[in-house]
């Protein structure tokens, strides 16, 4: 910047001493004329000057740099071998760098490979432990059935059942071949023990025997027959529960008007049945869980729900006979109509049928909570993995199941007729109380 300022200071004083020549001097004749030149040249004088000076300053400080400047060439040149030495280094270097890249190339390619070979290896092991097993179960089963040992030929069964089907066809060479002789036999075997074990399940049912019911019932599901086995299983405690619920309903018919529960013989009836199927599911749940999986108590239930409302019909076709039930709703119905009748009921004769009806909705509400809390409890445990789309049908099912069961539409058709015949109660109550009052 001070370059720049000096030499335009110089350009101005050479125009000056140019515009103003010895010749034009000489020839200014006024006073004033002379000043305003003379002027014009002091102050071309300063301006020179002042060029000069920085100039002068210039060259000032280019002299004093000079020791600077011949320090860092001197360090330079020192620097010279230096730089020739770290030039060889980094070439040294980056050949190791080179080397080890190829080496741990080399040596991760011969990882793989190894692990490779490891595969192979485990593949090859395992599919001598699949033969082996494959001829283990064979012997065993064979030996189990001639013993008429059916829980352990049903647990070798399991565990053929269990080998990797893929890597058994891998190994069979041909139809004379061992391992094919052995699957042969071992698929003969596994058909034989089915039918023993249906055909056992069948007899112990019969004879309602329940030990060889609950034995055979277990070994279905090593079979891998989880719906047939729960199927017949849920028919033998039906029947039990057909036997019990008959029972029960004889007994409820054959009760004296004296005795102190006959009002209620019919809503004590449908509790024997509900706690009947309560101590069924409590009983057998655990067993169920054990050796079916969780997730299953739905299907037992529904199986129970079926033969449940059955039975809850014949209790109330029975209740809504004994109690005429229908006609009397008929004759409120008229009288709150005001139809021209002369049949009335008095509100003593509604009020233990009221009773009766309310106990009986009440503990049907008690033990539908009951299944649902049960199976929904049942169902988190199985569907803990599932997707949302299967839980939702789960609850859905269940949902539907418990709404629309026959037992839920007889209890609707139940409360339908309570309603008028309590609201004909209530109002007759209130009359009757208003005209002793006037008394």
Known sequence: MAESSSS??????????????????????????????????????????????????????????????ETKMMALQRMGPNLQLIEGDASQLSGMITFTCS??????????????????????????????????????????????DYEQAAAHVHRYLSLDQSVIELSRQGAGSLVDANLSLLQEA??????????????????????????????????GLHEQGLGRYSQYLCTQLASKAEENLLLALGVELTDRRASLVFADTLTLLFEGIARIVETHQPILETYYGPGRLYTLIKHLQVECDRQVEKVVDKFIQQRDYHRKFQI???????????ETLEPRELDPILAEVTLMNARAELYLRFLRRRVTADFEV????????????????????????????????????????EEYFLRETVNKVGALTLE
Not at 45 to 51: F, I, K, P, S, Y
Not at 197 to 219: G, N, S
Not at 332 to 342: A, I, W, Y
């Open 332 to 342: 409120v119905q008229n009288n709150m109509m005001r139809s021209l009748t002369t």
């Open 8 to 69: 335009s200071d110089k350009k101005r004083a050479a125009a000056s001493l140019c515009a103003v020549s010895m010749e034009s001097i000489e020839k200014i004749t006024e006073l004033e004329e002379l000043e305003r030149v003379y002027q014009q040249l002091s102050d071309v004088e300063v301006r020179g000057n002042a060029a000069w000076r920085g100039v002068e300053a210039e060259l000032e400080a280019i002299v004093q740099q000079q020791s600077n400047i």
């Open 103 to 148: 080496l741990a190339e080399n040596v991760s390619s011969k990882v793989r490979q190894l692990d490779l070979a490891k595969n192979r290896l485990y593949q090859a092991i395992q599919r001598t432990d699949d033969i082996l097993d494959l001829k283990f179960c064979m012997d065993g089963v064979q030996m189990a059935l001639r013993n008429e």
């Open 382 to 421: 199985g569907d803990a993995t599932a997707p949302e789309s299967l839980i939702q049908e789960h609850q859905h099912s269940l949902e539907k199941m418990l709404n629309h069961c026959l037992l839920s539409r007889n209890m609707q058709e139940l409360i339908g007729y309570y309603i008028t015949m």
């Open 190 to 223: 596994e058909q034989k023990l089915k039918v023993i074990v249906t055909e056992k399940l069948d007899q112990a049912i019969e004879k309602e025997d329940l030990p060889q019911v609950e034995r055979f019932f277990k070994i279905f599901p090593l079979l």
